[in-house]
């Protein structure tokens, strides 16, 4: 893909088939599992911690901080890398089935694990290796559901349907945290560290042989099957005559990852904050009662999930630079202001954080598109592991610590001042990048 030029899709077929929807309803249903037990991680960490860690071991504290670190920042973007490159050499659909196999047997490694007081530091061990094999296939899911969806799209709803792989991630987050909500409801604190913490891990392992099922019967992305058929047959001249082109086009793909990684980059960032740090902000630093923050979280996020399919059919009709240039403008204005209104009082976090959650929906619906419109089928899946798994890590996966050590040195002020900067950065990556709407997938 050029910086300069795209194609019509004349090529692609531009009507919905059921087994195209069935097999978008299977990634999904992957999809918003995989999220799920991921946050369901974060939402029972401290019960986790007290089961299979002890304060006194210092060995086991070591390890605990190992393994945060392991997954967030080593792992998932190894995934990304090593299954796409598996997703663009063998097809996205091995992919998917082999990344939810890994996650069920994962959830039930963690709902039967033994606790510290019963294994000592191997609960600590078996909780890291749990995790670094959910972090691993993790990364794979997100890559390959970034091509796969896209690609079994109609290309007038390309930005629709590729919209949903955030839903997934906002749908998964929020039933973690219902879940966890009415847990702690209906039990004692008790009984939650004693055996309540490892429900959602049993349901989630339950729910992925659903998931399962769904995708053994999800059909390979078109893209990828005629790519291979055609690699397969082409002869030798064909082969010789486009080797040529090779470096040219390795290129036009390093440039696009690098661009890809700065268009990320103000997503992530805003992402992470008003889905997972703001709230600790507003209880930690504004004297928020728990309880509110909590379930204004959810409230937020749950009005992310309905803005995410208008954003993305928006962009189906006026391009995707168009939208990407109002969550990027939107966000840069408004940041600071909204981070400004919270004090103790929950509504103000549900204002602030549910109209920065709609504008970050925009940013949000356009990266599943794009990342899989920039790049050619026989290097998309692993192009968007790398670009996007270094972006997260880099921008995302870091915020909260960053903007703790702000809060540390009484410059809080300056997270926000931060997620800004993401967003000029995004900015400026999106005017570079060519406008996507509707092209062929066949010739990026």
């Known amino acids: 893909m050029t910086a ?3 194609k019509p899709a004349t090529a692609e077929h531009h009507h919905e088939y059921p087994a195209d929807r069935k097999s978008l309803g299977a990634s999904l249903i992957g999809q918003i599992l995989e999220w799920f037990e991921w946050s369901s ?6 019960f986790i911690a007290a089961a299979m860690f002890h304060k006194a071991d210092q060995t086991s504290a070591l390890l605990a901080t190992f393994g945060v670190f392991a997954v967030g920042f080593l792992v998932r973007p190894l995934g990304g890398i090593i299954f796409g490159h598996i997703a663009d050499r063998k097809g996205r659909k091995s992919v998917l089935m082999t990344t939810i196999i890994m996650m069920a047997v994962a959830s039930v ?10 294994v000592g530091i191997w609960a600590s061990v078996g909780l890291l290796i749990i995790r670094v094999v959910q972090g691993f296939a993790h990364g794979g899911e997100s890559a390959a559901a970034n091509s796969y969806i896209p690609e079994i799209a109609p290309p007038s709803k390309r930005g629709k349907w590729g919209s949903l792989v955030y839903v997934s991630i906002f749908g998964g987050s929020v039933i973690a945290y219902v879940i966890g909500g009415c847990i702690s409801l209906v039990l004692s604190d008790d009984q939650i560290a004693a055996w ?11 729910a992925a042989v659903f998931a399962l099922y769904m995708r053994r019967h ?4 078109d893209h990828f099957t005629e790519l291979d058929e055609a690699v397969a047959n082409e002869d030798d001249d064909r082969r010789a005559h486009e080797a040529v082109d ?13 661009l890809v990684i700065g268009m990320v980059s103000g997503v992530t960032a805003s992402h992470y904050t008003w889905t997972s740090y703001v709230s600790t902000y507003a209880i930690s630093q504004q004297g928020m009662s728990t309880q509110g923050a909590y379930w204004v979280t959810v409230v937020a996020q749950f009005v992310g999930l309905i803005a995410l399919p208008l954003w993305g059919s928006l962009s189906d009709k006026i391009g995707r630079k168009p939208v990407m240039y109002i969550f990027a403008i939107l966000l840069a204005i408004v940041q600071l202001p909204l981070m400004g209104l ?3 009082r929950p509504w103000t976090l549900l204002v602030a954080s549910t109209l920065a959650i709609i504008v970050v929906a925009a940013g949000g619906a356009l990266l599943s598109p794009i990342m899989s419109e920039v790049f050619p089928t026989d290097q998309r899946t692993r192009a968007i592991g790398l670009a996007y798994s270094i972006s997260v890590a880099v921008f995302g996966g870091t915020a909260p610590y960053i903007f703790q050590w702000f809060v540390a040195h009484d410059m809080s002020w300056a997270s926000g001042a931060y997620v800004v900067a993401m967003a000029i950065l995004t900015l400026i990556s999106m005017y570079i990048l060519p406008e996507t709407k509707g092209i062929d997938l066949r010739h990026a």
């Open 246 to 258: 090779q470096s040219v086009n390795k290129r036009s793909v390093v440039a696009n990852i690098l």
């Open 218 to 221: 999800m059909k390979e992305s």
């Open 4 to 6: 300069t030029t795209t």
């Open 196 to 206: 309540g913490w490892r429900i959602p891990f049993w349901l989630s392992a339950l």
């Open 342 to 344: 919270i004090d103790d």
């Open 109 to 118: 490694a963690i709902g039967l694990l033994p606790s510290y007081d019963t």
């Open 41 to 46: 991680y974060a939402v029972f960490a401290p």
